[in-house]
C-alpha cells in the first residue's frame, strides 16, 4: 500500500494508538522540522527521529492515499475519540511550503470553517418575523 500519515501535536500515547490503528504507516514529525519543506519531511520521514508533541493543535497530514484509503483514516481517527484534529493531504503546492506556513495556513481554514459552520446553525436556530420566510 502506498502512502502515508505525517502527525503533528499529538501525544506519544496517541501517537502509538494512530500506529497501531492506521492502515498506512505512520510518521511522528518532530518541532526541529517546522522550517523544513513540506515535501523534504515526506521523503526523509522514516528517518525522522523526535515526537510530534511540539504544537498545541492535532495535525494529521496524509501523503499518497487514494481516496478510499483516505476515507478509512478519517474514519479510524475519527473512531479513536482524540479530540479536535485537523486533517489534510498534501497537494503539489503544499510539498513546496515550510512546514509552519503550512499548519499556520491549515489552522486559518479550520477557523473559517468552524466560523462558517457555527454561522449556519445559528442563521437556522433564528426564527422572528423578519427571518421567518416561511410564513409568508
Known sequence: MKGKVLLVGFGPDEAGLLRDS??????EVP?????????????????????CYWHLMRFLIMHGLDNETLKEVIR???????GRVIFATTTETSLTWKLEDLLN????EDEYFRAMR???REARGRKGPFLD???G
Do not use: T
Not at 22 to 27: E, H, I
Not at 33 to 48: F, M, P, Q, T
Open 133 to 135: 420566510l416561511e410564513k
Open 118 to 120: 457555527w454561522a449556519r
Open 76 to 82: 479510524s481517527v475519527k473512531s479513536l475519540n482524540l
Open 31 to 51: 518541532e526541529y522540522c517546522r522550517d523544513w519543506v513540506v515535501g523534504e519531511i515526506v521523503e526523509k520521514a522514516e528517518k525522522l527521529s523526535g515526537s
Open 22 to 27: 492506521l492502515p498506512v504507516p505512520v510518521f
Open 105 to 108: 495556513e491549515l489552522l486559518a
